[in-house]
């Protein structure tokens, strides 16, 4: 599946593209329901970026600092 994905180009998320969302920890789904809901299908194709309220780093995979 991998393979398909990684070279049909159709398939493949437009690089550049990023969403940042920032999300309060306390109301993670909530949060990140709304803000996401609020963007186009366009803006979802690429790379979704997570940062949290009052916590320094970002979340890629695992939060980095």
Known sequence: KKFIFRNHPKL??????????????????????????????????GKIQVSFI???GYDAGGLRR
Not at 18 to 44: A, C, K, P, W
């Open 12 to 45: 493949r998320k437009q690089s550049g593209r990023r969403v940042h969302i920032e999300v309060d920890r306390t109301h993670l789904f909530q949060g990140s329901y709304n803000q996401l809901m609020s963007r186009t299908i366009r803006e979802l194709e």
């Open 54 to 56: 009052n916590e320094p």
